[in-house]
């Protein structure tokens, strides 16, 4: 059974840093592409990134050149960390995965997710 939980959200001054963690089971990351999307209220579910089981990783064109994907496979974890935080950052945060190859990951057509974490940017 997959399974995804998110972690490391909290209230951050914009301009200021963040580093999210996914903790994975059931399943390696060799089996799904795994990523974040996002949600603020009111608004539209937002893919953040994407790394797909080739090793390719997407990134949403809003958080591009300041979010960066990692991963522990050991640990089977995987971080977000996000610089220069501005208030339209804030969002609750997911992980979730999606077929390991071809068309969903680059549009972040996710199929499974945890439960989010909470992510405030004050300005």
């Known amino acids: 059974e997959v399974q995804l939980q998110a972690s490391g959200g909290g209230l951050v001054q914009a301009g200021g840093s963040l580093r999210l963690s996914c903790a994975a089971s059931g399943f390696t990351f060799d089996d799904y592409s795994i990523g974040w999307f996002r949600q603020a209220p009111g608004k539209e579910r937002e893919g953040v990134s994407c790394?797909?089981?080739?090793?390719?990783?997407y990134y949403g064109d809003s958080v591009k050149g300041r979010f960066t994907v990692s991963s522990d496979n050991i640990k089977n974890t995987m971080y977000l960390q996000m610089n220069f935080l501005k208030p339209e950052d804030t969002a609750v945060y997911y992980c979730?995965?999606?077929?390991?190859?071809?068309?969903?990951?680059?549009?972040?057509?996710?199929?499974?997710y945890g439960q989010g974490t909470l992510v405030t940017v004050s300005s």
């Open positions: 790394s797909s089981a080739d090793g390719t990783t």
């Open positions: 979730a995965t999606t077929k390991p190859y071809g068309s969903r990951c680059p549009l972040f057509d996710f199929e499974q």
